[in-house]
């Protein structure tokens, strides 16, 4: 049996027995069981690089139907592992997102290993809810992210949610999950 990393397995994992194990994304269940989630894992070790395989998964995520591929998880193990320098290459995925003309139509959500919402320890169990085994870029589509909105009771409540999930399952729960 090999023990050499698998980025797709283990971020497979995450999103099954984290995201929605936990139902910290109450709208990751439905893609996952229509099996509408493009995983594409990078090869890129420089940020450049890895901005022009975004481009490209943008465009292709813009001109594949959405009953095809309605979200896409671009894994990027090898590159941006500081989540400060990760922070700021969000601002250059941003700006692609613009110049592409995609504002509006297509968003970008960020995980990573060590993420850290502004304000907290490094060690708040609240910080693993952007958590992901690999830094990896979520691109969403908008009208997609909207009607999950509009079907969903109370989306405001689902943070608070989320941060009672973890403070209850706490850390060694959070390791237990994915080990």
Same mark, same amino acid.
């Given at each position: ?13 995450? @999103? ?10 109450? #709208? ?16 890129? *070790? ?27 998880? $671009?894994? +990027?193990?090898?590159? $941006?592992?500081?989540? @400060?320098?990760?922070?700021? #290459? ?20 960020? #995980?990573?290993?060590?993420?850290? #919402?502004?304000?907290? !320890?490094? *060690? *708040? ?11 990896? @870029? +979520?691109?969403?589509? !908008? ?12 989306? *405001? ?10 403070? !209850?399952?706490? +850390? ?8």
């Amino acid at each position: 049996m090999s023990t050499d990393p698998d980025p797709i397995a283990d971020t497979r994992r995450w @999103l099954e027995r984290a995201v929605i194990g936990l139902n910290l994304c109450p #709208f990751a269940k439905a893609v996952h069981a229509r099996d509408q989630i493009r995983y594409v894992l990078s090869d890129a *070790d420089d940020p450049r690089d890895l901005l022009e395989q975004l481009g490209e998964e943008l465009l292709l995520l813009r001109d594949t139907p959405a009953d095809v591929v309605d979200t896409t998880l $671009l894994i +990027h193990p090898q590159v $941006l592992q500081d989540f @400060l320098d990760y922070n700021d #290459f969000l601002d250059d995925a941003d700006a692609l997102l613009a110049q592409l003309g995609l504002e509006g139509v297509i968003q970008i959500a960020s #995980f990573h290993p060590h993420y850290q #919402f502004a304000g907290t !320890e490094p *060690d *708040d169990i609240g910080n693993y809810t952007n958590r992901s085994p690999y830094p990896t @870029l +979520h691109l969403l589509r !908008e009208d997609s992210v909207a009607r999950a909105v509009e079907a969903f009771p109370d989306p *405001d409540a689902i943070v608070e949610r989320n941060q009672r999930t973890l403070a !209850e399952l706490g +850390h060694a729960g959070w390791r237990a999950l994915l080990g």
